[in-house]
């Protein structure tokens, strides 16, 4: 019983410490999301201000939004290839360890016993 108690202890860990991770990532990406749609907006505003009693101010608009749109598009590739290659370390691999462990020695235990 000591055992299932340590291993639910394990997966408590496990799934604090994911959460912890996690939330971290959330945070520091929303924030970074704010501020750099602030600072885009703001950049869009002092275009169009330069540009508008010219004749370029459709064109800059236009040259805008396509700008953007490549950069997202360039953004959800890089996304989707780091989400592919990135290494994160699984979850519960701590209770996957020591039950990997507990296993052999579990094994040894009952093939001793049959004999």
Not at 38 to 59: I, K
Not at 70 to 86: E, G, H, N, Q
Request: hydrophobic share 55%; charged share 20%; net charge positive.
């Amino acid at each position: 019983m000591r055992h299932i108690g340590a291993y639910i202890e394990l997966v408590a860990l496990d799934l604090a410490r994911a959460q912890r991770e996690i939330t971290a990532q959330v945070v520091a990406s929303a924030i970074a999301a704010i501020c750099a749609l602030f600072a885009v907006f703001m950049f869009c505003l002092g275009v169009v201000a330069y540009t508008w009693d010219t004749a370029y101010r459709v064109a800059a608009i236009a040259w805008m939004g396509g700008v953007f749109l490549v950069i997202a598009i360039a953004a959800l590739i890089y996304r989707s290839r780091l989400s592919r290659a990135r290494a994160r370390s699984p979850l519960l691999a701590d209770v996957k360890r020591e039950w990997q462990e507990d296993r052999v020695i579990l094994e040894r235990i009952l093939s001793s016993d049959e004999n």
